[in-house]
């Protein structure tokens, strides 16, 4: 099936082979192949300790598979460390949300932007214009994410905002890195239905006014089935089905294996 | 925003400026009597472990002023005592030693100096109150470089960027310590020694001098170590010393440097204090020691600089009961030596002020080296061109249940 | 759904096997060997002197590894460097000095029991002295993580860290105010002669140490015992795994951790007091270097396995004696402050391992 | 910063003189712990990491100065921008290397900062208490090897315990003779270590709020904060704790250079562990990541060193005296001053955790556990 489908999108911005994960003998994530393209929005599913989280800190970097290896932009970026993956241009947010607590949201999101900023620190204590000018263009830009995501206050601490404000905030805070490609760890987790559909617009839109590719862990299943253009789902971390939203909705395994669990959402 | 750091700000500067209010209220002198005044000043490490010890030397000099009515013959002597240690050192500090100098040095009413205690605190002072031309009487630095060669190479010169000297001690320097140590060793037939010290100026510039001495008189030196004062054992080093089969062991250092634990190691790794001498400087020679050696201590040899004030001369005996009469307690093993630093600058002063009609820091200097033959406490000596005294008889004292006893006169001359 | 706990460990283990790369283990084995193999040529070249060197520092060790277990115990159940542990260290010499003295505050309750008494009170006073020394070490132990540690268990590392600096400060200067600066001398309890008088005469091993090992000795097997085998040793090493999870199967996660320390205290109190009977004297900032050397012991063994601070203990013991030895007294300290960050920066999880010292994902 | 404090300061040798007073020495120190607390400030307060040998880059700098402005190599014969005539007090040719004082400031700030990342560079993954350790550590090693370097392998590098001494002062040689002072920086006159020493300090203020408020600065807090999303977001932890590092030990090894210069004479054996954790107290007291507070926290630890304890040991013997009781007319106060400093680090983190004035997010971050503690706290306690 995946054969068939990388024929179709012949544009591939990140792929996963054989990734397997193992934890002191327990098997988290099993030779799962992987692939998202260009511009896509795709969802990983599956029930709790499916290993979804742990396939995504592979992907981010923060662990590092057992075996198997990672293509970004066609380049091997398995033994790369995170922050080399965040310049490449791997952006994500975390499912517990993990933002800076004490700095401002506007602080937050031009941390986001470190790996775009090029003020090197004598240029930043001798303050010159360069380093003067790009800061200055930084927070706007900053001001402007903020603003694209519906963050209106700035100048309060990240962990002072209310939750759903985290949330954006910490999707404005990747943002900032300037992604090719956007991880999105349970974006929705504790929202309530309004938020819940303001945030999956959003999510649309970065697809088309940016162009980002989005990998989307997600409970909520009327997100995943409304933006996804594709869906993986993993049970005991082996990839048990995927495809089309429509098509994973009804394949038999999926159903199962959601049936042996709590269906969430 | 503005206005909190404002206030901020205002707040540090209240607060410092109130700190060093508080530190400078002290000091000052008063002008409009009839005869000359002159001030005088002591530099002694008052805090921490020596502060007992340098506390009796404060009344020492107390005492001799008492004795003189605070005249120095027709001057009217003013006396301040100086610390040079600090709480956060628990000793002497490199800092507060030069900020002493360099504050006296402004101080034109001072005309003389008693102190260091410390040699490294005398390396520090010495080219500060050199520039200013102050007379300096040390009662206890014993480290050679300070007036004479044999430390570093370019040493004594380095201390003294006028050229002139300024700086004298009424205490024999390390050489002659050295030297009585490898006498005595020499005489109670030690063929073979091994060397340790605690790697401080003193104890190790001790040991240097002991080692030479050591091998002039044909005593062969087995090894020499540098101790880590503060370990919790030695028992390793001895077992290593023991397998050398050394006449006798050398320390130079302190008690405050593990003295006590050395000796119990030592006797503990076989080296009886009958079958190995151990022998240690005037560092070792306080009942501090005895205390922390316990039973090991039985039989330690230690040399000391002088001689202790039972062997003193006549004067001296004189002021050992002057002292026990006014504060009601025994002097220390340099109290007598701040007390001879105290009458020779004052008798400096007294002569500089009839020769000159006034006195100045230069006269005063030059009558500290123009002392000859002075009858003194610690008995008649002079003082050599370099500032050293004369004087050439040390001591040598065993500890004998418990306590230490007079052995011998050590002549080094 | 991996949480956060989880998260943190995993990206620790990985983390750590990534940097640990091989061509550093090498080295450090290479280098070992090397060592060891220049140590047997001594050993070869002279036996007696080897051999005694060897049981000096197995004694010197046998001490440093009681205060290590103190390390290890705290830091594998809260993951906190107890700085105050050394300290509290020295006081239990100091107790054990002052039950011997048979004087407090002015009160003298008997005669002070010196190197002149009897037999049987010389063993009745160096037991009294050891288990006093134990309770109040154990019990101020208690205090300080009741006073200082608990409050702060939330709070950044940082804070419980300072914290602790803080108390061995406080430690060491009541140490101060209590005895004063200079060194102090402990009775001639046991006898300095050689054991092995009569069978060798190269290699000597006084009473005295014989007697440090016949006081550790118990005192482990006891601790394993109660680890292994009875219900609070096991609720320790539930506590010390997850305490969410502990407290939820219904341990008292705070009584745990307080009996860790009481532990940790008891057995400070008894080095302590072997150490000044050992050794012969005890000064009151005694604590900072033991309990560095202890540490470094703890870390090398595997910070938060027991046997691994005994063995590190050991090995601590033995390479201190062997440069003494053979390098020199002054370089001893360096030597072993130098063990303790090639340990640190190239095998974390020491000899035995355990717990990771490598940054997990985003600890405090 | 703000510009009044700065007048004052240009100012106070002009008032020290008017009043007579003997202000400048306790200043110069005051103002050298004050540099040492900033350089901490930035490993501590803005990095979050705990350094326990800062005293290390302390001696450093000062090793640096001594050894390459005084006749300690006196085998060679070498001097380069000196301030000191060729040929020394005796006449003859001066022995050692002498460089003038304002190049070895760069030196010593390039050594040191060389050390940070020698000793950073293999520790710094470690976790953060793990790393108080290795600090520790090094803290006590170097110190150590001054103190046994006077014999490696036969060679004198260090002169041990005696250490170093008359070491060359800065002087400007260029200027006219009739500005002696300044052409010399002599011992009476303390006006130009004064205004040396507030240079540098001013510098280090300046270069202190510059980083916190770059791109660098963000990457500290971020670090300290959570270094795994930092690290996801694109931050080389590494690399951003190097630099608190290597920075922080520059004003370290700045303010050794400069102490070295001042006294004239190192001794290894005054660079201990109480000094870092003196120093560690300042920033703590002052406020961890506050630039003011940490400034503050340094003048106010040495007001208490140098005259709040003897103040109080002269009241405490008069009180003895009084009562005629022995324990308090010989009572040695300051001698028990960690002890001061040990409550005191208790204290604040128990009460006060943020310091005097402290920075708006390290008190948000240090009362975090505060609120949440229900949560983790187990519920049958």
Redesign the interface.
Known sequence: MSEARKEEVPNIIFEARSITKVFGGLVAVNAVDFYIPQGGIVSLIGPNGAGKTTFFNMVSGLLRPTAGSFFFLGQDVTRLVPHRRAQMGIGRTFQNIRLFGTMSALDNVLTGMHVRLRGGIVGSILGTPGVRREEKEARERAADLLKFVGLRSRETFAKNLPYGDQRRLEIARALASEPKLLLLDEPTAGMNPQETARLTQLIGRLKEEYGISVLLIEHEMRVVMSISDWVTVLDHGEKISEGAPAQVRVDPKVIEAYLGTAMTG | MIRKRRVVTLAMLGVAAAFLIVGCSGGGGEQGTSSPTATIVSDLPLQGSSRPQNETIVNAIQLALDQRNNMAGDVQIKYQSQDDATAQAGKWDEAKCAQNAQSVAQNEEIVGWIGPFNSGCAQVQIPILNQAGLGMVSPANTYIGLTKPGGEPDEPEKFYPTGNRNYTRVIVADDKQGRAGAIWMRDLGVRSVYILDDQETYGKGLADQFQQNAEEQGIQVLGREGIDGKASNYRALMSKIAQLNPDAIYFGGITQNNAGQLVKDKVGAGMSNEGVVFMGPDGINEDAFIDAAGNSAEGVYVTFGGLPASELPGKGQDFVQNYKDKYNSDVEAYTAYGYEAANVLLDAIDRAYKADGQVTREGVVRELFATRNYDGVLGTWSFDQNGDTTLTQLSGQRVKSGKFGFDRTIDVA | ??T?QE??S??A???D???SSSWQSRIAVVITVALLVLLLIQAIK?PG?FF??LL??I??GAIIALIALGYTLVYGII???NFAHGDNFMIGSFVGLTVLSGTFLGLSFFAPIT?ESGAVLKIFGVILALVIAMVVCGLINVGIERV?YK?????????????A??????L???G??WKG?????F??LIS?D?VLAGITYTV?Y?W?DLFVILVTMPLLVGLSYFIQRTKQGKAMRAVAQD??A???M?I???RTISITFLLGGILAGASGVM?GL????TVF??G???G?FA?TAA?LGGIGNLTGAVLGGLVIGVI???N??YI???????VI??V??LV??FR?RGLLGDRS???????? | MPVGLILLALVLPLINGALGADLMFPVIVVAIYVMLALGLNIVVGFAGLLDLGFVAFYALGAYVVGWFASTHFNEVSFAFLSALPAQGVSGRELPGIHISFWLLLLVAGAFTALWGIIIGAPTLRLRGDYLAIVTLGFGEIIPRFFVNGDNIFGYNLTNGTIGIKGIDPPGLPFLPNSLNTWRQFGTLDLDPWYYTILILVLVTIFVNIRLRDSRLGRAWVAVREDEAAAAAMGVNTTTTKLWAYALGAVFGGLAGAFYGAFIKSIFPTSFSFNISVLVLCMVILGGMGNIYGVILGAILLQGINFYLLPEVNGWVHAIGDALESPLLSNADIPKYNYFLFGILLVMMMLLRPEGVIPNRQRREELHEGEEDESVVEPTHV
């Open positions: 759904m991996a956060t998260l943190k995993r990206g283990v990985l983390l096997d990534v940097r002279d002197q005694s060197q000096v520092g004694t010197n993951e906190l460097i190197a200082a409050p702060l268990r939330n709070s950044p590392r940082l804070a419980v860290l300072i914290t600096i803080g108390m061995s400060f406080i060491q200067n009541l101060l105010i600066a200079s060194q102090i001398p009775p001639d300095d050689n000597f006084r005295k305490k969410e502990a407290a939820m219904g008292n996660v705070n150490f050992f050794n012969g004297t900032n005694l900072f270097r033991q560095l540490f870390v201190g004696s062997m003494d030895q020199g007294v002054r370089w001893t300290d360096i402050f130098t303790l960050i640190l920066v974390p010292a490598v940054q997990g994902g985003g600890q405090q």
